[in-house]
RNA sequence: AGUUCGAUUGUGUAACGGUAGCACCACAGACUCUGACUCUGUUAGUCUAGGUUCGAAUCCUAGUCGAACUACCA
């Protein structure tokens, strides 16, 4: 059994509509994004709780791309929008259009008119802008204003012929220019672009307002539960407002806390800049807070749901540990990723008491943590490359590696024994010598010893080599945004370390791109989408937990 | 300044008038053919001041602090 869960604030106001029998017991939910850019772990949050709370309540959640600004929304970001909600695991029962309500809408603002609740307003911007009043003072009527209804039925059936240019002429709802909420200051409905749109071509040349469209359009899908960010909480007047003057479906509108992320930002201008400016290599650059970003670092559906989902759903500002993603990713590989052997900074070993030419093949265990993961062929012989970290000459108490007269296991091999090293000129070391202990064999084990110390090697003959590209975060601080001065005077230098010619072990060889391993006491790694065969490239994932180097720092 | 929303360990989130809990992080230990994983434990919190109540994180009042809002963007 599943252990009992608490409810976030939106469970409970939908289990209580349940209840009441609201919408005959029906939950109906939307996910709206514009299509004018790249989805981010802040849309990766709606998707789960609009879709979660669908399946949750077996209900419905559409995909409706809010695309009323014909500007800046383009097809290719249509497409990529789907293509991370289905990559994120999700399936959306009706894909719908803002723009599929262009009419519907045109009549709604007809039946306004008809009302007396909208009229057509001659001023300019920046006449509109300086009679909205402010914060503290009431606006100011638009001489307009109180234009009669066949006079602004005429002139809003003009203004969707072509009669006037852009900025001409407006729609504007008739609700109260001193409203303290200034959104209620006779909004815009419509404004007049003369703009090719990606779906309706040159077909309008007026487009609704998000507030005029947004509400209506939930309204039309009969959605019950329209959840959208805390900065809209000003728009539920105006919502209800339009809702309740049409006398149409009533939709709701619940706001959430947008999630931040430390060591990264989230909003789309910023986004766009670190692209615009190469300070990352695009959209998809694997250290990008996007969802094609991530997909490309290595990280999973299940670890982006799974932390989603752990990180719940509130109404207060937040910035929530960047390690709490990381952890749900290492969670999610740690159990799905195959463990092999990749030496990154290489030192030779030679196995002294080993005959040269002579080679062994290992059968190693690909998850410990997988029953049924397999075992894979490793090659062995008397050269290897390990990591020029595990060793020391001269090592101190706690250091379980290769050091002159330590004994350390060979990982699916031996037990070997430190002899000592040989250093070039300027006293760097070259190569580490040691013996091995034939009957210390990994499986096959009668030597009787234990050891505190694995190490992961490759095999020098039979090595493959790949590039690797070492990811760290972003910025240096914690909340660029919040800092003095420029974000981007907080970008993190080192944010990728690429290392040209790693050493991997053969079983290696045809990964292809998407493919996620463990290197052993390394770290999570996939393979990048350049990858090519004979030509591979790692992205690091993630790294592992590393006590030892936290020991090594502390001093 | 006005309106609206918010405030619980370092971070995120529960507790719905009745034992302040869970996860991450950090720290300590056990285990380990990954110094990983796993397991055990430790540290640490209700913004402030009043009030209601047998009892307040929760209800009330006042304050403090934070966020959002004055685009022909969404």
Redesign the pocket.
Same mark, same amino acid.
Request: proline fraction near 2%.
């Given at each position: 059994m599943s252990e009992e869960r608490?409810?976030?604030?939106l469970e409970?106001i939908i289990e209580n509509d349940i209840e009441m029998g609201a919408n005959d017991g029906r939950v109906h939910t939307r996910f709206p994004p514009?299509p004018n850019g790249y989805l981010h772990i802040g849309h990766a949050t709606s998707i789960c709780l609009n879709f979660g709370l669908a399946k949750k309540y077996s209900g419905k959640c559409n995909l409706r791309f809010?695309d009323?600004?014909p500007v +800046?929304e383009e097809t290719e970001y249509v497409e990529s929008i789907k293509n991370d909600i289905k990559w994120l695991g999700f399936t959306w029962d009706n894909e719908l259009y803002a723009s599929d309500y262009f009419e519907q809408l045109y009549d709604f603002a007809v039946q306004l008119i008809r009302k007396g609740l909208a009229y057509v307003d001659d =001023? +300019?911007?920046e006449e @509109?802008?300086a009679t909205?009043g402010?914060?503290?003072t009431p606006g100011i009527n638009s001489p307009y204003r109180e234009r009669t209804v066949d006079e602004n039925l005429q002139l809003f059936a003009d203004m969707r012929a072509g009669k006037y240019k852009?900025?001409e002429k +407006?729609l504007r709802a008739k609700v109260d220019m001193a409203h303290?909420?200034?959104?209620m200051r006779d909004p815009?409905m419509y404004?007049?672009k003369h703009e090719h749109h990606h779906r309706t071509g040159d077909k309008w040349c007026i487009?609704p #307002?998000?507030d005029y469209a947004h509400g209506q359009s939930d309204s039309i899908e009969q959605i019950t539960h329209s959840i959208c960010t805390?900065?809209? @909480?000003?728009?539920r007047p105006l919502y209800d407002w339009f809702i309740a003057q049409l006398g149409i479906f009533p939709s709701h509108q619940y706001e959430f806390?947008r999630r931040n992320l430390t060591y990264t930002v989230m909003s789309k201008r910023k986004l766009l800049q670190l692209v615009n400016e190469n300070h990352v290599t695009g959209w998809d650059d694997p250290r990008m807070p996007t969802v094609s970003g991530m997909r490309r670092r290595g990280y999973t559906p299940e670890a982006i749901r799974q932390f989603c989902d752990?990180?719940?759903?509130?109404? *207060?500002? $937040?910035?929530?540990?960047i =390690? #709490?993603l990381e952890?749900c990713v *290492?969670?999610h590989l $740690?159990k799905t990723a195959n463990?092999v052997m990749a030496v990154l900074d290489p030192v030779k070993l030679v196995i002294t008491n080993y005959p040269g030419g002579q080679e062994d093949v290992f059968d190693i265990e690909n $998850?410990?943590?997988d029953p049924n993961g397999g075992t894979r062929k490793v090659p062995f012989s008397n050269e290897l490359w390990i990591e020029r970290e595990d060793f020391m000459e001269e090592a101190p108490k706690?250091?379980?590696?290769l050091a002159p007269g330590n004994l350390v296991?060979l990982?699916?091999a031996f037990i070997v024994k430190c002899e000592g090293c040989k250093k070039d000129d300027s006293g760097n070391i070259t190569e580490v010598h040691c013996t091995y202990l034939p009957e210390s064999? =990994?499986?096959h084990?009668t030597s009787g010893l234990?050891v505190k110390? +694995?190490i992961h090697w490759v095999s020098i003959a039979h090595a493959k080599t790949a590039e690797v590209r070492m990811y760290d975060r972003l910025f240096r601080v914690e909340d660029p945004s919040s800092e003095e001065g420029n974000f981007k005077d907080y970008i993190n230098p080192d944010s990728m370390q690429i290392i040209p010619s790693v050493y991997i072990e053969p079983a290696l060889a045809d990964a292809v791109p998407g493919d996620r391993v463990?290197f #052993?006491?390394k770290g999570y790694f996939c393979v990048d989408t350049e990858s090519k065969p004979g030509k591979l490239v790692f992205n690091r994932t993630v790294t592992?937990?590393?006590?030892?180097a936290?020991?090594v720092k502390r001093g």
């Open positions: 608490s409810l976030n604030f409970e514009e809010d009323t600004n +800046t =001023s +300019t911007a @509109i802008a909205k402010s914060l503290v852009d900025g +407006t303290p909420n200034l959104l815009l404004r007049i487009y #307002m998000y805390l900065e809209f @909480i000003h728009h806390a752990t990180i719940g759903i509130a109404k *207060r500002e $937040n910035i929530t540990d =390690s #709490m952890f *290492r969670e $740690n463990r $998850n410990p943590e706690k250091f379980f590696r296991r990982k699916g064999k =990994s499986g084990d234990t110390g +694995t463990q #052993m006491r592992l937990k590393d006590a030892w936290k020991e």
